[in-house]
């Protein structure tokens, strides 16, 4: 999935880690759009056409969905070949990682060129009138019709829901409590290391601490942000991978990081992306009594919902991801 994963496993027998790492490694196979024989390249390339596909792919479809309608459309899986035409066509592992600074704001990420990929997106834009959308994807239990013009990208969401299917299938073989995390997206679940529900870092790549400590016994944090899958195009245009559906190209918004935390993984990821794509002004709305996030703007101010306080024990968040030094 192009990601880091880590996993930590309380008790159980030997060998959980390894289970979960074949479990996503399943997963990738089912699911990236990168390889030409997995379930969602098979169904972008269908024309229309039924395709039979594992249960896990029509829960990732299903979970799409649903994040879709959660969020009013602010999320939507049905934009690659807007994200192709972009320029994010291959596996932004592919590309050379010293390009890509940890520690540095959107304006200053070394800039990098996708070359060319496995999906070719069209040419030219669709017309809004015939636009397919999540709404004309037929699920039956064993089989995915997209209809045809629709391009699905399994994107974040799919390291989140892998989080969650990876965390389960741990607590399934024996292990006590698990903690899984594909490319930032984590799920904890049962005992901690210590006994006393698990303590999360919430780190932004420009900061030097963390900007929270989050205490969650069974749920999830996802991250999103405009500041490391960036790129330069062949004209000169800097792009970023979240993609505003009422545009069809790379959001133009004030929010550059954003980080939710839920009840599951692949919620987290779909709500942090919407956090983004709404603005400061409006990050907010889509969160209820179930969840909390924080975003950061592109001037460095930390904001948190109203609900996150209550992860955070006594410790605050910062006012801005690095703070004036105080005058002496």
């Known amino acids: 999935m192009g990601s880091d994963i880590e996993v930590v496993v309380v008790g159980g027998p030997d060998g959980i880690v390894d289970i979960v790492r074949r479990r996503v490694e399943e997963l990738e196979q089912r699911w990236s759009r990168f390889l030409p ?9 269908a024309g229309g056409s039924q395709v039979a596909v594992s249960t896990d792919t029509r829960l ?4 799409a969905i649903e994040g879709w309608r959660l969020t009013g459309g602010s999320y939507d899986p049905t934009l690659l070949d807007e994200l192709v035409r972009a320029g994010y066509d291959r596996s932004f592992e592919q590309l050379d990682t010293a390009q890509l600074d940890t520690q540095v704001d ?38 995915v019709r997209f209809p045809k013009g ?26 006590a409590g698990v903690s899984v995390s594909v490319g930032g997206d984590l799920r904890v679940s049962g005992d901690s290391p210590t006994g006393d529900g698990w303590t999360l870092a919430i780190e932004h790549p420009a900061s030097r601490t ?42 133009a918004t004030d929010v550059s990081f954003a980080s939710v ?7 987290a990821e779909v709500l942090a992306k919407s956090l983004i794509l709404r603005g400061s002004e409006r990050a907010f709305d889509l969160l209820d009594g179930t969840t909390a996030g924080l975003i950061v703007d592109e001037f460095g101010k930390v904001t948190g919902s109203e609900r996150l306080s209550k992860f955070l024990g006594a410790v605050p968040l ?6 004036e030094p105080k005058a002496t």
């Open 60 to 63: 990732l479809i299903e979970r």
């Open 106 to 143: 959107a304006a200053q990420v070394d800039a990098a060129q996708p070359p060319s990929g496995t999906y070719d997106a069209p040419s030219m834009g669709r017309s809004a009138l015939d636009l397919p959308s999540c709404t004309d994807i037929v699920i039956d239990e064993t089989s």
């Open 37 to 45: 024989v997995s379930e969602v390249s098979r169904l972008n390339a």
């Open 210 to 251: 963390p900007l929270a400590l989050v205490g969650l016994w069974d749920g999830a944090i996802a991250t999103s942000s405009v500041l490391r899958r960036v790129w330069t195009n062949a004209n000169g245009t800097r792009h970023h991978h979240l993609i505003d559906p009422s545009t069809g190209e790379p959001a």
């Open 261 to 267: 935390i839920a009840a599951d993984a692949w919620k």
């Open 150 to 175: 629709l391009a699905f990208d399994p994107g974040g969401i799919g390291k989140g829901l892998a989080a969650d299917l990876a965390a389960a299938r741990a607590l399934d073989a024996g292990a």
């Open 318 to 323: 910062p006012v801005n991801i690095n703070p």
